[in-house]
């Protein structure tokens, strides 16, 4: 049985990935900063960088070892660049950057060793394409697409993949969170597929990227769409 460090397991895309690799099983070591009563979750706060090392040795000591790592746990505001509130910047690079590095730094020694192991990193189509407004949270995840790639390099020869997601619009409450409802109309007339995705579909995307199927797959960046990414 493989073991899967997921963080943002509580909700939208990270608790549809639990689901569905749990259901394949997958033992999934989970965090968000909701309170469970779990012994494989800790409740986290991973805005706070000195985290990442907590939460991985609570992962190892539960799981005694981790062979999957998903980098899931995200967060998004909107702000115009000449009106940034860098505090709240910061935070957003920490959570959706600088976190998802540590923890890449961590669980790659271990994988080194044991010659194996699977990396995913939950991007965003406004890291590919770029999105007005957005523009600290386009960068975190362009930083890593950065990662992904370069990493993929570097831990090829150990049997190691790296490879992200990039979700397009995803019917979870981060979306349903910045959104009215004329917005969200709006959006989906220029989605070629006029649809969100669904979180399940994110799901099965990752239980692909780490099954033996695609161990040819490293360093790529999907973006999971429903077309976006092309235009409109
Ligand atoms: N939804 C979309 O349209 C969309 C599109 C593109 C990319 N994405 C990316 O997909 C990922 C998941 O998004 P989602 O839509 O599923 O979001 P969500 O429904 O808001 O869930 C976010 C998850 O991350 C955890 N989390 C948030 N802030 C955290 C923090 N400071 N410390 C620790 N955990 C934290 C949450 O846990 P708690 O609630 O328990 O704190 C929750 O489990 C993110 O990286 C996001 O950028 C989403």
Request: contains cysteine; positive net charge; charged residues 15%.
């Given at each position: 049985m493989k073991n899967v460090l997921l963080t943002g397991s509580?909700?939208?895309?990270?608790?549809?990935?639990?689901?569905?690799?749990?259901?394949?099983?997958?033992?999934?070591?989970?965090?968000?900063?909701?309170?469970?009563?779990?012994?494989?979750?800790?409740?986290?706060?991973?805005?706070?960088t000195d985290n990442a090392k907590l939460l991985y040795k609570m992962a190892k000591e539960a799981l005694g070892n981790i062979d999957i790592l998903i980098n899931n746990a995200g967060c998004f505001f909107y702000d115009s660049i000449d009106d940034m509130d860098f505090n709240k910047a910061k935070e957003l690079i920490n959570l959706n950057f600088i976190t998802p590095c540590l923890l890449c730094s961590l669980v790659a020694k271990d994988m080194k060793k044991n010659n194996y192991g699977r990396?995913?990193?939950?991007?965003?189509?406004?890291?590919?394409?770029?999105?007005?407004?957005?523009?600290?949270?386009?960068?975190?995840?362009?930083?890593?697409?950065?990662?992904?790639?370069?990493?993929?390099?570097?831990?090829?020869?150990?049997?190691?993949?790296?490879?992200?997601?990039?979700p397009g619009w995803v019917e979870t409450e981060l979306s349903d969170s910045v959104l009215a409802k004329e917005e969200k109309e709006q959006i989906v007339s220029v989605i070629p597929?006029?649809?969100?995705?669904?979180?399940?579909?994110?799901?099965?995307?990752?239980?692909?990227?780490?099954?033996?199927?695609?161990?040819?797959?490293?360093?790529?960046?999907?973006?999971?769409?429903?077309?976006?990414?092309?235009?409109?």
């Open positions: 509580t909700k939208g895309i990270g608790l549809a990935i639990k689901k569905e690799l749990e259901l394949s099983k997958y033992r999934v070591f989970g965090s968000g900063r909701t309170n469970l009563n779990n012994i494989n979750y800790l409740s986290v706060d991973l805005s706070n990396i995913i990193n939950i991007g965003s189509i406004s890291g590919a394409v770029g999105e007005a407004y957005a523009s600290i949270y386009s960068a975190t995840k362009a930083g890593l697409s950065g990662l992904t790639k370069s990493l993929a390099l570097e831990l090829a020869q150990y049997n190691i993949t790296v490879n992200q997601i990039n597929q006029k649809r969100f995705i669904e979180p399940i579909e994110i799901a099965k995307l990752c239980k692909y990227l780490i099954s033996d199927d695609a161990k040819g797959l490293s360093g790529q960046s999907i973006n999971l769409c429903a077309g976006l990414s092309c235009g409109s």
